[in-house]
C-alpha cells in the first residue's frame, strides 16, 4: 500500500531556511505526480507545490511562490520541499500527497 514518511520539520526563527522530506514507498514513485499541503491551526488543508512525475513542471500556490522549492529524486523515491523566507503564516503540519493519501505529516513552526 502507499506509504508516505515526512521528515525534517521543527522551529525555525522568521526569515529562515527548512527543508522537508517525504520518503515514499507501495507504488511507482518515478511515475507518479506529487504534492505538498499544509494544515494550520484550526484551518481547512492548504495546497502548497505540486511536481510532475519527470519533474520537468512544478506548481506552487501564490503564498509560497519564489519562496519555496519542490524537487523529487525519482532514484529514491523522494520528495523535498526546500523553504526559504519562512513566515510565522507558514506554521503548519505539512504533508506529503499522493491523490487522496497523505502521510503522517511534519510540524513547521515559524517564531522568534
Known amino acids: 500500500q502507499v506509504q508516505l514518511v515526512e521528515s525534517g520539520g521543527g522551529l525555525v526563527q522568521p526569515g529562515g531556511s527548512l527543508r522537508i522530506s517525504c520518503e515514499t514507498s507501495g507504488f511507482t514513485f518515478r511515475n507518479a505526480y506529487m504534492t505538498w499541503v499544509r494544515q494550520a491551526p484550526g484551518q481547512g488543508e492548504e495546497w502548497v507545490s505540486s511536481i510532475s512525475n519527470d519533474g520537468s513542471s512544478r506548481w506552487y500556490a501564490d503564498s509560497v511562490k519564489g519562496r519555496f522549492t519542490i524537487s523529487r529524486d525519482n532514484a529514491k523515491n523522494m520528495l523535498y520541499l526546500q523553504m526559504n523566507s519562512l513566515k510565522p503564516e507558514d506554521t503548519a503540519v505539512y504533508y506529503c500527497?499522493?491523490?487522496?493519501?497523505r502521510g503522517q505529516g511534519t510540524q513547521v513552526t515559524v517564531s522568534s
Open positions: 500527497a499522493k491523490d487522496a493519501e
